[in-house]
């Protein structure tokens, strides 16, 4: 390049522009919220305040909703069940992911074999669990074969199955959200903490777990909501009349026996405000916690 | 769960032969090293010379291939990092961004479960001496680079260590940050420190900090030394062209002359002569224009630049060698000169240096 060519290569002025050119990039995926999430979901509110029997008033809905703890009741057991889940997930991750930070062929390796159960969907594995968890199915026939039982304990069509099924299905997410945010803390930050003096636990729990509370959370609220909107595995593996009548079965019972849009509607909402509460709830956590980048100062 | 890292006082720390290898490429050769209590050591070398590796070796964060650490009779190389207890500046500081400034500086106190009292006081005294008094409670994120380095040397000799390693602390500040660092640095040292090993590439740097140092190369150490020997007596090829002896002329060595096709120029043999091969080096700041005669070298100017005090100027030799001087006088490109320099500013080494082929001097005579 010579120094006579350098006036001409200078930027045109630019002009003032109102509208950011790129935002114009974002247009097909707001039109894919407003069509696929935003109108649904405006339909579907709108709906649930229009009662089958317009006489009981525009509220009737949500009032048959927690009169009825066939209903109501809905929302504890589903609780109980995404709860326990959601924690034994997160809890698990936390551990696994801390000792595979480190690249390596291993952490490829898992890396890999937990993409397959995310890909395989809920169905697929419920299915399969119910072989090797029912009263014929592997589990049984080993712990039968040890001696560590002398019938076959029932694992499926009860509470213990539907968490089973949440666990397996849930867990590979859960990990790999967990795994991706602990690569991401500079691991000079435990060398630093070694040097003074921090052992493996004290690296662990003075640096690695502060910096990672916030993700944790994150990976806390996306599993939740994955695992409180439980609906194949519960009526597969589950007592879908009992113990794990989870609200999405009451959702569905409203709409596709009862043929009740509108109370279908009104449940689809209360299950969504409770996941709305919990997500909240935990991430409002986040403001008691440090959420900055998670390096090592400059560079 | 305290354990006692405190080595105390202790007289020297010595290296014995150690090396490090990664996978088939050998980063650190039979390095030995002793360091007395009160000294401040340079590691120098060009990158990738095995510095960092050094220095990682020393505070337990790589273990060695093979080799020792001594402090004073105790084999310190088979310690974890968190029981050696030596205090490390990293070349990016590594503070932990979610505590305050306060907490980084007192965490190694705490982690050696000092009394909150005692901590508290220390933190204070420290935070005094690298003068980041109105920063105390702020996070990392919110400090200047100079700021967090500060910070980073305060954390790292609150424990007051028997050895600090700091590696290239200054390479990411400004010039006017870095001379001032610089004097703070070696004024922690000369006021806390038991001993100091420091690593950079700047060869400014550690002639202008070090009581010691040592030139590193490939993983070798070249040379050890006192900042007058490197500078004015440099060992080896290598070590006198991190030096600043920029220009080369190679040639046919006899005695204390070399030549060059029809230049001859005197010098000082700097090691054993082995071959007639030699290589003479010598500084662009001692070459300047003389009015012909001894030890004068003939050369086309081909660039000149403005250097404030002087001209620095380029020129060519008839057998197309290119040489950086200086000028007080105006020159222009295209002048014909001719360029001197002292004998004594002149040293002369084997060509090939240490890896010389046996039959070289045989075969060129
Ligand atoms: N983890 C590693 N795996 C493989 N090779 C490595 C590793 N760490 C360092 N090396 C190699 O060892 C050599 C020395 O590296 P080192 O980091 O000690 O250089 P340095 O002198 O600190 O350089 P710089 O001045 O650029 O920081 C380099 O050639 C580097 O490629
Ligand atoms: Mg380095």
């Keep these: 390049m010579t120094v006579d060519a350098l006036p001409a290569a200078t930027l045109p002025e630019r002009q003032p522009v109102r509208i950011d050119r790129a935002a114009w990039l974002a247009l097909p995926a707001v039109i894919f919220v407003l069509a696929l999430f935003i109108f649904p979901f405006g339909y579907g509110l709108v709906l649930s305040f229009s009662p089958l029997e317009a006489a009981q008033g525009w509220l009737a809905n949500y009032a048959k909703f927690f009169a009825d703890p066939a209903y109501y009741g809905t929302i504890a057991k589903t609780l109980w069940l995404a709860l326990p889940a959601t924690l034994i997930n997160v809890g698990a991750s936390v551990p696994i992911a801390y000792r595979m930070r480190v690249p390596s062929g291993g952490q490829r390796f898992v890396t890999t074999l937990l993409v397959i159960p995310i890909t395989l969907g809920t169905v697929l594995i419920a299915d399969g669990l119910l072989t090797y968890l029912g009263p014929q199915g592997w589990v049984n026939r080993i712990l039968l074969g040890l001696g560590l039982v002398d019938s076959p304990i029932r694992l499926v069509h009860n509470y213990t199955g539907v968490l089973l099924s949440l666990v397996v299905s849930g867990f590979p997410f859960t990990f790999l959200l967990t795994l991706s945010y602990i690569t991401g803390i500079d691991p000079v930050l435990a060398q630093a903490a070694r040097t003074l003096g921090a052992g493996p636990w004290r690296q662990f729990k003075e640096i690695y777990f502060p910096l990672l509370l916030p993700g944790l959370a994150v990976a806390f609220c996306l599993t939740f909501v994955q695992a409180f909107s439980v609906f194949p595995s519960a009526v597969l593996l589950g007592a879908p009349a009992g113990a794990t009548r989870v609200i999405s079965i009451a959702a569905y019972e409203a709409a596709f026996e009862n043929y009740d849009f509108p109370m279908a509607s009104a449940v689809a909402m209360i299950m969504g405000l409770v996941q709305l509460a919990i997500t909240v709830l935990v991430l409002s956590g986040r403001r008691l916690v440090y959420r900055g980048p998670v390096g090592g100062g400059k560079g | ?365």
Excluded at chain 2, 122 to 141: E, F, N, S, T
Excluded at chain 2, 175 to 181: N, V, W, Y
Excluded at chain 2, 315 to 325: P, Q, R
Aim: contains cysteine; hydrophobic residues 40%; glycine residues 10%.
């Design chain 2, 1 to 365: 769960m305290t354990q006692r890292t405190d080595h105390g006082d202790f007289r020297e720390l010595r290296l014995d032969r150690i090396n490090r290898t990664f996978g088939s490429h050998h980063a650190l050769r039979d390095m030995s090293l002793t360091i007395q209590v009160g000294e401040f050591v340079a590691l120098l070398g060009p990158s990738g010379c095995g510095k960092t590796t050094a220095l990682n070796c020393l505070a337990g964060l790589l273990p060695l291939s093979s080799g020792a650490i001594w402090l004073d009779d105790r084999r310190i190389d088979v310690l974890p990092s968190e029981k050696r207890g030596f205090g490390m500046v990293f070349q990016n500081y590594a503070l932990f961004p979610h505590m305050s400034v306060r907490k980084n500086i007192g965490f190694g106190l705490a982690m050696r479960g000092v009394a909150k009292r005692e901590i508290a006081e220390r933190v204070d005294r420290a935070i005094r001496m690298v003068q980041l008094g109105q920063h105390a409670d702020k996070l990392p994120g919110q400090l200047s680079g100079g700021q967090q380095q500060r910070v980073a040397i305060a954390r790292a000799i609150v424990i007051e260590p028997p050895l600090v390693l700091m590696d290239e602390p200054l390479s990411n500040l400004d010039a006017k940050l870095r001379l001032e660092m610089r004097a703070e640095i070696r004024r922690i040292h000369t006021s806390v420190g038991r001993a100091t090993v420091y690593v950079t590439h700047d060869q400014e740097e550690a002639l202008s900090l070090a009581d010691r140092i040592v030139v590193m190369k490939d993983g070798l150490v070249r040379q050890v030394g006192t900042p007058e020997d490197l500078y004015h007596r440099p060992a080896n090829l290598d070590v006198a062209r991190f030096m600043g002896f920029r220009n080369e002329l190679a040639g046919e060595a006899e005695g204390n002359v070399i030549r060059h096709r029809d230049v001859a120029l005197q010098g000082v043999r700097r090691d054993a002569g082995a071959t007639r091969q030699a290589v003479a080096v010598f500084r662009p700041e001692d070459l300047e224009p003389v009015a012909a005669g001894a030890n004068g070298i003939p050369v086309t100017v081909t660039a000149v630049e403005y250097g404030g005090r002087e001209f620095h100027l380029t020129g060519v030799t008839a057998g197309g060698v290119e040489l950086l001087a200086r000028s007080r006088e105006r020159v222009v490109v295209g002048d014909r000169l001719t360029l001197g320099v002292a004998p004594e500013q002149v040293l002369m080494f084997d060509a090939g240096g240490d890896a010389a082929p046996r039959g070289f001097a045989a075969a060129a005579e």
